[in-house]
């Protein structure tokens, strides 16, 4: 109701009239005073006094025709909606200007757990650890030719229901294979549990996961942490869970992620194409998905160098560009 100087008010006795007069009523006509109001404010305005309301019953019908969608008219007439303070109920699209989850992680990213990126049912796993970490005893003879890159296997404490011994196993078999990191014949690795190392093979919590890669996006992930006394962050959430591109095959995801991360550690960028044989760089961030720019499915591979792949490891791309446009193409 518009007001204006000069209209009057009810007195006490007239409100308390009012209140009393029972539910349901007659709605009383207009007072002179508010059909005046009224009148000069229509006189200012002319016209537009009358297309403004109707301009605002038009724009909601057509929301609800277009969308038949009640919080579409909702948001219409609330202000609310996707950036505002109601969350969205879909899947999250990244734009441009945001940052994928990244090795490398950064501020702006999408703010919803994506479908495509949601954890495989299964076992439960320790979510917070201590945020300290020990060492797995154990040691290695140097594998493979040229510069040695030490490392030592970690585990956080207070992660519970992993056999570790498995684990370093894990770790220690994947690095071994002739199809391994080793097998450029200038990278060598040697696994020591004491005396200066190069980089930490860690599982971590995932909670503390977030602590060392970020969590501008909440999808669990590993990660390369130089940052954090150089430590290859294995998520303890996908060595139990695996993801989607593996499917049911969690001794392989579990190598490839070794795989990758100690990628990161050697000093590798991430892959976006396919190798000339339809297998997935280890490089790509398949725990996201191996979808290309062309549309091609690459075939997941655990593998810097398989059997058989010309052009291996693979193209590389630096820098947030090229990973933001593998995320939009595999996330949804």
């Given at each position: 109701?518009?007001e204006?100087?000069?209209?009057?008010h009810p007195?006490?006795?007239?409100?308390?009239?009012?209140r009393q007069?029972?539910?349901?009523?007659?709605?009383?006509e207009?007072?002179?005073?508010?059909?005046?109001?009224?009148?000069r404010?229509?006189?200012?305005?002319?016209?537009r006094a009358?297309?403004?309301?109707?301009?605002?019953?038009?724009t909601v019908?057509?929301?609800?025709?277009?969308?038949?969608?009640?919080?579409?008219?909702?948001n219409?007439?609330?202000?609310?909606g996707p950036?505002?303070?109601?969350?969205?109920?879909?899947?999250?699209?990244?734009t441009?200007n945001q940052?994928?989850k990244?090795?490398?992680p950064?501020?702006?990213?999408?703010?919803?757990?994506?479908?495509?990126?949601?954890?495989?049912p299964g076992p439960?796993?320790?979510?917070?650890?201590?945020?300290?970490?020990?060492t797995?005893?154990?040691?290695?003879?140097?594998?493979g030719k040229g510069?040695?890159?030490?490392f030592?296997?970690?585990?956080?404490?207070g992660?519970?229901?992993?056999?570790?011994?498995a684990f370093?196993?894990t770790?220690m078999a994947?690095v071994s294979?002739?199809?391994?990191?080793?097998a450029?014949?200038?990278?060598?690795?040697?696994?020591?549990d004491?005396?200066?190392?190069?980089?930490?093979?860690?599982l971590?919590?995932?909670?503390?996961?977030?602590?060392?890669?970020?969590?501008?996006q909440?999808?669990e992930?590993?990660?390369w942490?130089?940052?954090a006394?150089?430590?290859?962050v294995l998520n303890?959430?996908?060595?139990v869970?695996?993801?989607?591109?593996?499917?049911?095959?969690?001794?392989?995801?579990?190598t490839?992620a070794?795989?990758?991360?100690i990628?990161?550690?050697?000093?590798?960028?991430h892959?976006?194409?396919?190798?000339?044989?339809?297998l997935a760089?280890?490089?790509?961030q398949?725990?996201?998905?191996?979808?290309?720019?062309?549309?091609?499915?690459?075939?997941?591979?655990?593998?810097?160098?398989p059997?058989g792949?010309?052009g291996?490891?693979?193209?590389?791309e630096?820098?947030?560009?090229?990973?933001?446009?593998f995320?939009n193409?595999?996330?949804?």
């Open positions: 109701m518009w204006s100087e000069g209209v009057s007195s006490a006795p007239q409100r308390e009239r009012a007069s029972p539910a349901g009523s007659e709605r009383r207009p007072t002179r005073q508010h059909r005046s109001a009224w009148r404010f229509a006189d200012r305005w002319g016209w009358y297309a403004l309301p109707i301009l605002v019953v038009l019908l057509a929301l609800a025709t277009t969308t038949n969608s009640p919080r579409a008219v909702k219409a007439l609330t202000g609310t950036g505002r303070s109601t969350a969205s109920s879909g899947p999250a699209i990244a441009p940052q994928v990244s090795d490398n950064g501020s702006g990213s999408i703010n919803s757990v994506l479908p495509a990126l949601k954890l495989p439960s796993y320790t979510t917070q650890g201590t945020g300290t970490y020990a797995i005893p154990g040691t290695s003879k140097v594998i510069t040695v890159h030490r030592s296997i970690e585990v956080e404490n992660i519970k229901g992993v056999d570790l011994k370093a196993t770790v994947s294979n002739a199809q391994s990191w080793t450029d014949g200038v990278t060598a690795l040697q696994r020591v004491s005396g200066a190392v190069d980089f930490h093979v860690t971590v919590s995932s909670m503390t996961v977030r602590q060392l890669c970020g969590y501008d909440p999808v992930t590993s990660c942490a130089p940052d006394g150089n430590r290859v303890v959430a996908r060595w869970r695996g993801a989607k591109a593996y499917a049911s095959d969690l001794a392989t995801y579990r490839y070794v795989n990758h991360e990628g990161h550690a050697l000093g590798h960028n892959s976006h194409e396919c190798l000339a044989n339809g760089p280890i490089m790509m398949q725990t996201i998905g191996t979808k290309t720019a062309s549309g091609k499915i690459c075939q997941p591979n655990p593998w810097p160098y059997k792949a010309k291996a490891p693979g193209p590389e630096p820098g947030s560009g090229p990973d933001l446009e995320f193409r595999n996330a949804h």
